[in-house]
Structures are given as structure tokens and as C-alpha cells.
């Protein structure tokens, strides 16, 4: 936890409200979401007990599971989930705009919009992630054939569930974790872990204190509980004798079931309103185009027959995933900060950014040391924040994203209280020897400077698959035979 995520944390239950810790929506919210609610019967492996889906507050389906532990109902309500999931998909395919890449020398095309599904909790999006792998290899024909949308859901689930994973990405959303990277409640994080008591403090009820609220929504038998785990004792004195009989009440077990379900659909909706609240961050936008292109990718490779994701990566794929999310979490806090003023206080704080006036500044600097000359203006700034960088280090603004200020120099003023920094500038000027209007700060001007940078960032070079060593899935080991080496029997 953050310095000022813990400050606010502290006077949210001082003054029994919630505090902002963001100053705009860092995740696309789009107009037409398909929400999720899924609950699994307690003692078995993700068998799914029943679900409330559907893309408005006004129109939940409710699918029920009479008997959790009969492969045939589970395989029943996954083809249910699909005739309400797939079209969903299917409907993002249609329109289609043409992108240019290679800097304007070709052209590819990515859907116009993409899918969204929203889960209460992170226990939502295991059960997806789960219920993908257990469906998507299931045949459609044979003995065990299941209904035909059964393994395209499971492959759907699986890319959704895979996209979860990536910071930044808005495929699929888990409720308490989007209000929690927003807002800071007066409770400890694992109370926040639960939509209800989350929400309590968000959405204060008139008349009744935060504390009290939050109290009733961690009690079961007021609140039930988000999903997929039930309540315990609903599990024992309402469940079980509706499941111990051989062919269980479908209504009785449907009325009990949405009972449960409908505090959990309202309060989803309730979430969604309060973060379209919030304006977009200016990044946001280039994040979701990045979710555009990866679900066009996979709607294309489900189209064209391809295979299905595979049980496990191998070890080259499972490094470049690695790779893929490591630099995706680092471009995600750094666009963060470069949105939000109160995320980039947190680095502020840290020493990684400083607030700074202009003082100087000669934009016609020519340094022309090298084999030919090259714009590189100076600036002067001064600040009162804590300096914690060294001569030739590199600093950004996020006003100029695209430009570099190379640290010249670091240099205490009088007693102490201020610093002056002279910086060299490189980039984001464009091509000539005279720099843009606008594109050196001028003097007077207050700018924010920071190691954080959106550059881009080369991932590590990866062997082929076959050129690893045998324990990492490449050519078997080589074996002794009469003391001479070779290769291993296949």
C-alpha cells in the first residue's frame, strides 16, 4: 500500500466516507457490457450452480444447474452461457476499420469495438478462467459430445480470462477491483475484497452510518454473498435438501437461487454508474484500441479454424507471455501517472517526479559537436521539491511525452529550500534546426518532470522452440551408448 492509498485510507474512516485516490476512470467502460455473475456448489471443482448474465440492469437471465455434480447439466448450462455469451461476441464482428502500419506502408483491419465482460470479484474471473479449460476441448460428437457452442464458449472464456491478466486491459473486468484502484474506504483490504461492504462506502445510505452498512453487507443472511463461494449456511439449510432429492424442484431451485443472485446484479449496476462518473483518462482510449486489435486477432483465428489455446505454454511462449505482461504493468503505472495527478504525487513523493518553474530557456541551441549540428535547447527550472536525480539521467513531461531532458547539472540554491536544475532537450521538436512553437517551455512556464517514460521498451531476444535445451521441451538429451554420444531414441 501507497503512502497517500494509506493517508486516504485513514481519513475515510476518520470521516466515514470514501476518498478518491484517482482524479479520472483509468479502464474503458463501455455503453454495452455483458455482466456476469456465477456461483460454484462448495465442494466441487468449479461445477457451476447457477448464473445471472445479461448486458442491461433490467434483463438478467438466470441459469440454473439442477444437479452440479451431473456432467450432463453442467454441459447444459455451458450451452445455455453460450447462446447468451457468443452472440454477444458476434455482434462486435461485423464493422471493421483499417489501420496503417509499418509507418503508412500497409494496412491491417481491427473491429471498430470489442467486448466487455465484468465479473464481481476476482474469484469471478478464476471460475472463467476455469470453466474455459474445462469446456473448450469438450468434442461435439462421440460419446461424451456435448452441445456445439460448448467449446467456442470455452475458447472465448479462455481469451477473456487470459486478457484479465494483462494490466490495463478492459476485456474483462472484475468489479471490486475497479472501484478499488479509484477509491480508498475506512476498511482493510480483504473487507474491500466483498462488492456489498465495497459499495457500502462508496454508496453511502442516507440515515445509516458507513460502518453500520458495512456491517450488514458482511452478513450473509442480509447480503448474500457476491459469488462464486455461497454462504455456508444457506449451502446446509437451503441447498442441500433442495439437491438431495433425485429430481430437485427446478422453480423452487431457480426462486431460492435468484434470490441470492439479484442483490449482487443490482449492486454491479450500481458500480458501473458510479464509475461512469469519473472522465476517462487521456490514455485510456490507446489501451482499449490495444484490446480492439487482440480481440480482432482471436476472432479471426477462431474464424479461420485455428486451435484451441493450448493446456500449457510451452517455455518459449511462457517467457514471451512473461515478457508481454512485464512490459505491459510497467507501460500501465507509467501511463497512470501521466493521466492522474494524484498517482504521479505518489512518485512525487518517492523523489521519481518534481514540479519545476522555467527560469531560462534558449530554444536556438544548435550543438553541432558531432558530425553534424543538432537541435538541443537548454532550460533552467527551478524547484522546492526533493531532487533525486544525478547529472545524466533522462526525465520526461508528461506534457511532451515524446521529449527527452537529459540532466546537465543539480544545483542547491541559498539555505537549501530550492534546487536548480539545468536540462538539455532532445526530440519532440521535429526535423529541423529550429525547434516548433510550443515544443520548448518557455519562461514562466510550471512543467513536471519524472523518470517515468512511455519509450518503448525492446523485449529480451528468445530462442526457437527447438533450439532449447531438453528440459525445456527441445531435442531429447543424448545418451551413451559404448561410450560414444548419441542421439536419443524418439
Known sequence: MSTLTALARAQAR?????????TVRHLHLHPRPFVFIPYAMAGEANAPLAALAGTGPDDPRLLVVAQPRNRDDRFAFAAELAELLLPYVDS?????????????????????????????????????RLFGRSTRFRTTEGEYAVPAGVPLLGRWLTFFAGSAEVPGSSLLLNAVQALSSHWATGQSSAEDAQLAALMAWLRPEPGRSVLEAAAAAED????????????????NHVLAPLLSVAEPDVA???????????????????ALDLLATLPPGTRVASRWDGDRDAFSAFAQHVAEGGAPQPRRDGAVAAAARLSRLEAAATRYAVQRAFDDP????EHRLAGSAFAAEVTLAKADRVDDSGKRPVLRPRIMVVTSEPVRVEPGANLTSPARPGQKATVISVTPLGDGAKTEVLLELSGGMGRKLVAE???????????????LSEAYRPGGALPEPDQTPWTHGGPPAPVLLRGVASPACP
Open 342 to 345: 494524484l498517482v504521479m504525487a
Open 92 to 128: 462486435f464482428t461485423g464493422v471493421a476499420e483499417p489501420v496503417a502500419v509499418d509507418r503508412g506502408r500497409d494496412v491491417r483491419y481491427r473491429y471498430v469495438d470489442a467486448p466487455q465482460l465484468w465479473v464481481p470479484n476476482t474469484g469471478g474471473v478464476d471460475f472463467v
Open 437 to 451: 512553437p510550443g515544443s520548448v517551455p518557455e519562461v514562466g512556464e510550471r512543467i513536471l518532470l519524472t523518470t
Open 14 to 22: 476518520a470521516e466515514g466516507r470514501a476518498q478518491p485516490i484517482a
Open 252 to 270: 423452487q431451485l431457480s426462486e431460492v437461487l435468484r434470490a441470492q443472485l439479484m442483490p449482487t446484479w443490482r449492486l454491479m449496476w450500481q
Open 220 to 235: 450473509p443472511s442480509v447480503t448474500p454473498p457476491a459469488g462464486p463461494a455461497t454462504d455456508p449456511s444457506f449451502d
